[in-house]
């Protein structure tokens, strides 16, 4: 494209034009998400709050009894999903509560993925174009769909791998700042204890460390996962 054709963001109005033009698609996307009703398992955890009410149980015990259930009779450990999601059913028992939520979390994941795109090299443009990408791929699904189901589960987790990158990328760009391989470490650790599709983001994580050389931090990566599957 010619120079003189091309939109140059670092200008008021073509700043203003690309904000309007995200929110547009923004909103287009998600008000039906918005308007949507529960499905299947949310439907039943939104009645949590009555449930706990009729039980006398506390929110905690309730989460800590499913965990540890979970835990023995499947012998899967991600307790943390519970002590995220369920609170989240318990005070947003409405459906469009719930949606919002859900859309804030969304928010969370895109301004997660621009800031790695960002420390990338990649433009406004393509931070943008990535952006749109994933907002026209969204689908509304009932039971196990990964952006209506279940309280926010897979936002929470996809933001957990999304930082353990982020501030992998952090320390391969600095790397005398060890605070950013050890947050990695640590975001990457919670997303394996709040779900076990964590584990997707170990190759990449393997990779940006292999690529510096940097054996300990490998090391640490593979530790991590072998003391989970443990």
């Given at each position: 494209?010619?120079?003189?054709?091309?939109?140059?963001?670092?200008?008021?109005?073509?700043?203003?034009?690309?904000?309007?033009?995200?929110?547009?698609v923004l909103i287009g996307t998600v008000y039906p998400f918005l308007i949507t009703g529960f499905f299947h398992d949310d439907s039943i955890n939104s009645a949590l709050a009555g449930?706990?009410?009729?039980?006398?149980?506390?929110?905690f015990a309730y989460c800590l009894k499913l965990a540890t259930?979970?835990?023995e009779t499947a012998s899967r450990f991600y307790p943390l999903s519970f002590f995220l999601g369920y609170p989240a059913a318990y005070f947003f028992q409405e459906a469009w509560q719930s949606r919002a939520?859900?859309?804030?979390?969304?928010?969370?994941?895109f301004g997660l993925l621009a800031s790695l795109l960002r420390s990338s090299g990649r433009s406004s443009r393509e931070i943008f174009l990535a952006v749109a990408i994933v907002l026209a791929c969204?689908?509304?699904?009932?039971?196990?769909?990964?952006?209506?189901?279940?309280?926010?589960?897979?936002?929470?987790?996809?933001?957990?791998?999304?930082?353990?990158?982020?501030?992998?990328?952090?320390y391969l760009l600095n790397d005398t700042k060890p605070l950013a391989a050890a947050l990695s470490v640590i975001s990457f650790a919670l997303g394996l204890i709040h779900y076990e599709l964590a584990l997707s983001f170990l190759p990449i994580l393997?990779?940006?460390a292999w690529k510096a050389r940097k054996w300990?931090?490998?090391a640490s990566f593979l530790g991590t996962t072998f003391a989970y599957l443990l």
């Open positions: 494209m010619p120079a003189a054709a091309r939109i140059d963001l670092k200008t008021p109005a073509p700043r203003a034009l690309f904000a309007v033009s995200a929110i547009i449930h706990l009410n009729r039980n006398s149980m506390g929110l259930h979970w835990m939520f859900q859309i804030l979390m969304v928010t969370v994941d969204f689908q509304i699904r009932p039971y196990y769909d990964p952006v209506t189901g279940f309280s926010g589960l897979l936002q929470i987790n996809l933001a957990f791998g999304l930082l353990a990158i982020r501030f992998a990328q952090a393997i990779f940006q300990k931090w490998l």
